[in-house]
């Protein structure tokens, strides 16, 4: 089974410029994950989608980051202008059916943003 | 709110020493308990996860067991490896009824060396 695919997965911008990141889900799996994940910190939910509707985004900076995830399968997050505080590692992740007790979390290898 | 506090690392331990990484949970609700764990280079692999009072998990020679009396998840290993160094992160998700219901909130994360 195909697992998580991410891309690209390194990419270095100067501040103000934009940047987007894909994300391809495993097979069927309804509900998509956004994480920001900061060196020496643990991964932060940007924003969660159930299909292509959007459940949680409390802490997606909206005057910059923006999410879409149209035909509910893959997903791209887009960050404009970026700042340096963006430079993070960027994951995707999905798991199958409606969010439920202990329900697994599969993770891709993530986005590696350096913003110089 | 919800949050998992880990131990402060790194931890640094010769091979087939014995490991205890700890972490404690604040929740409002039930939650479901993860581990975590980073290899150098690559994504976020689940290695255990325990979603009752009591439960354990337990995977690749690690063990965790679930203890609501004390919200604590604590992760150990009889003898570790080399192969065993990685960042380790405790997480936990919200049960039914919770408004972050299928979230991970994720701990600081642990670097472990282990050395031959």
């Known amino acids: 089974e195909a697992g998580v695919a991410q891309s690209p997965r390194y990419k270095i911008i100067e501040k103000r410029q934009s940047v987007a990141f894909w994300c391809n889900p495993i097979s069927g799996h309804a509900t998509l994950y956004w994480y920001q994940q900061i060196l020496g910190q643990g991964p932060k939910l940007l924003i969660q989608f159930q299909n292509n509707g959007v459940v949680d985004d409390s802490q997606l900076p909206k005057d910059r980051f923006s999410a879409e995830r149209l035909k509910g399968v893959d997903s791209t997050l887009k960050i404009q202008p970026a700042k340096l505080e963006d430079s993070a590692v960027y994951l995707c992740a999905s798991s199958p059916g409606q969010p439920s007790s202990g329900n697994t979390i599969y993770f891709g290898e993530g986005s590696w943003l350096t913003v110089v | 709110g919800n949050s998992v506090t880990q131990m402060e690392g790194p931890v640094t331990l010769s091979e087939e020493a014995f490991l205890t990484i700890n972490c404690t949970y604040t929740a409002t609700g039930y939650p479901s308990l993860f581990w975590y764990v980073q290899y150098p280079g690559e994504g976020l692999q689940l290695l255990l996860k325990?979603?009752?009072?009591?439960d354990k998990g337990s995977n690749k020679g690690f063990e965790a067991t679930y203890r609501k009396e004390t919200t604590s998840f604590h992760l150990e290993k009889g003898s570790v490896q080399v192969s065993d160094s990685a960042v380790y992160f405790c997480a936990l998700t919200l049960n039914a009824g919770g408004t972050s219901y299928g979230k991970l909130t994720f701990g600081q994360g642990t670097i472990l060396t282990v050395h031959p």
């Open positions: 325990a979603t009752k009072a009591d």
